[in-house]
């Protein structure tokens, strides 16, 4: 197959749209894309300038979708005072998986030049996810624990970090899973506040008067797993490429399979759920106010444990780590 913008032998054909192209256009193709929901998202506010920069974080696991978003968001403002990158990086305690991504990510930090930093589940809750998932005291998918942890920690040191926002490298797959997901479960709750941290623009949401609360972004929506991970070997970035050894007991597992074999059969599938997912998302943000409440609004009071804002008497995190035998350092 020829590309269809130069007629040089293509390197993928996306189904969705019918589109070849070329390893060149390819490349530009999906920067394009996270580059346009930087602009639609309005993730650069008027407020930004040299001397008074964006500081913005960015979630690097070593994936193939946290290196990819982390190479074109430094690539594309290197070159720009108003915003400036730091890198996350969360060890959760799962052996061999994640500590061969950590490598990955130092290799990458270190071709960039950006600022990184690195934490652990074992550092700041006493606790490793291969333990919390053979002993399961939930009775849950492992991935309900490490999601809850993770968001915790990427808040807390996006906090530490005086970050203006939090960037992650969902991208349409992880997404569309998550839009499935809250549909069978019927959460309509979820839906609203999936849209207001995934879909929604920077300047629709009105930040509530709290000291905890960052802005979160997903530049790399839009663009399918797989052709995240053709950039990624294209460019020879230093990914990780392999599934966490847990994540086959997770329900969004089974709706991955689903969602694979839909895409395969029906391409174009996950843009379509997408799509009315983000109008269903918006209405469901306004019934709830998800978008605009305050935070007297929101009657959020503080665990009792840790401090820290919520709406019941023990945050999440502190009630998972109770559970599993573990404690925040604070608390040690």
Known sequence: MGCRKCNRDA????????ADLCEQHFREFVERRVRHRVREDNLIPASATPENPQRWLVGLSGGKDSVVLTTILHETFADDPRIELV???????IEGYRDESVDACKTLVDELGIEHEMVSYEEEFDVRMDAVA?????GMAP????GVFRRDLLNRHARELDADLILTGHNLDDEAETALMNILEGDVEQIADHYATSIAGRDEIEQADDPEFIPRAKPLREVPEREVALYAHLRGLPAHIAECPHADRSFRGEIQTLLHDLEDRHPGTRHSIMAGYAEFGALAADTYGTLKQSSSEMSTGTCERCGRSTDRSVCRTCELLAAVGGNRQSEK
């Open 11 to 18: 390197v993928m054909h996306a189904a969705y749209s019918g």
């Open 87 to 93: 890198a996350l990086t969360i060890h959760e305690g």
């Open 134 to 138: 053979e002993s399961d005291p939930m």
């Open 143 to 146: 991935c309900a624990y490490c």
